[in-house]
């Protein structure tokens, strides 16, 4: 998941990871860091943080939106994903 890690006690099962020849990437933001001064910005209004949104997809189509989001297409910057309920 984007932006979603698990407690380290959830190991990942390696053995399946390599056998199924499948390739795991990752990365981390120091969010902890940032993020208060990011909703300080944004109860000022220094920021709008609805400016960033670019698409707004229905949870039910994750894979498409995705792929979108991923490859940057269609001008995408921001995603954001409505549940079948909203």
């Keep these: 998941m984007v932006g979603v ?3 380290t006690y959830a190991l990942v099962p390696i053995g399946n990871v390599v056998n ?3 390739t795991i990437r990752a990365n981390q933001a ?3 860091r940032h993020l208060p001064k990011l909703i300080e910005h944004v109860k000022n209004g220094i920021l709008d ?3 960033i949104i670019t698409h707004r997809v229905p949870l039910e ?3 498409d939106a995705y792929h979108i989001f991923s490859r940057k297409l269609d001008g995408c910057i921001k995603t954001v994903l409505i549940p079948p309920t909203a």
């Design 49 to 51: 943080p609805k400016q």
């Design 5 to 7: 890690y698990v407690p």
């Design 20 to 22: 199924k020849g499948i």
């Design 61 to 63: 189509e994750v894979a």
């Design 30 to 32: 120091a969010v902890k």
